[in-house]
């Protein structure tokens, strides 16, 4: 089965736009976590969405938004973008039911934003 | 914020040899997993441990956890050069009741496998 699709793949913004990426998960899977990995700051957790009900967030500031959908496709919104934001952005799905902790995630191939 | 720590942050080495990565951690955890990027790409899933396993097996891969110390390692056999990439430790705050499945990556290890 098809894996978990990220569009757009690449992304050029400048400072003060605003951005949207999106994420499909595997099919039948209900759960769809982001992550942003950065050379300095490595990989961070930013939220997790269960059946379009947010559970889980991150440290990041309320620049950063995202929601899920019936069909549990996901964006997330990054507002006001600042440089730091260049990154890849990350997004994981897990299985069918509610998401525990030593579920297998997967990860699709991620979203390259650079932030000019 | 970060919790996990891997050692060492690069490591090359020749095809058939053994690579072995170290991860730390700092809080209490359920189980440890294991993923691989390659080259700036999506992560993939390798193994995970369960705090009460000590050792794990997956063909070339072995994975030890030792709790007393919050410490992992990651042991790839026979390497290939198919197996350069990078590899993160990643664990779920077991004390926190919010902290969901959000993954706690660390640094992770570079790995460079020459022919």
């Known amino acids: 089965k098809a894996g978990v699709t990220q569009t757009p793949r690449y992304l050029i913004k400048t400072r003060g736009q605003q951005v949207t990426l999106s994420c499909s998960p595997i099919s039948g899977h209900r759960s769809v976590s982001w992550y942003q990995q950065t050379p300095g700051q490595g990989l961070q957790f930013l939220f997790e969405y269960f059946s379009e009900t947010q559970r889980n967030k991150g440290n990041f500031p309320g620049r950063f938004s995202g929601r899920q959908f019936s069909n549990s496709r996901s964006e997330m919104n990054v507002s006001t973008l600042e440089l730091g934001d260049s990154a890849l952005y990350l997004c994981?799905?897990?299985?069918?039911?509610?998401?525990?902790?030593?579920?297998?995630?997967?990860f699709g191939p991620g979203t390259r934003l650079t932030v000019l | 914020s970060q919790q996990g720590e891997e050692d060492p942050q690069a490591l090359s080495i020749q095809e058939g040899e053994n690579a072995t990565m170290n991860c730390s951690y700092k809080t209490s955890i359920n189980n440890l997993q294991w993923y691989r990027q390659n080259s700036g790409r999506g992560l993939v899933h390798l193994i995970l441990i369960r705090s009460n396993e000590r050792e794990k097996h997956s063909g070339r891969l072995r994975v030890t956890l030792d709790t007393s110390k919050k410490s992992s390692s990651l042991l790839i056999t026979a390497s290939r050069a198919a197996d350069t990439a990078s590899y993160f430790c990643a664990t779920v705050d077991s004390r926190r009741r919010q902290a969901g499945t959000a993954l706690i990556f660390g640094k992770g290890t570079t790995l460079s496998v020459s022919s």
């Open positions: 994981a799905s897990k299985g069918r039911g509610l998401p525990a902790p030593g579920n297998e995630q997967f």
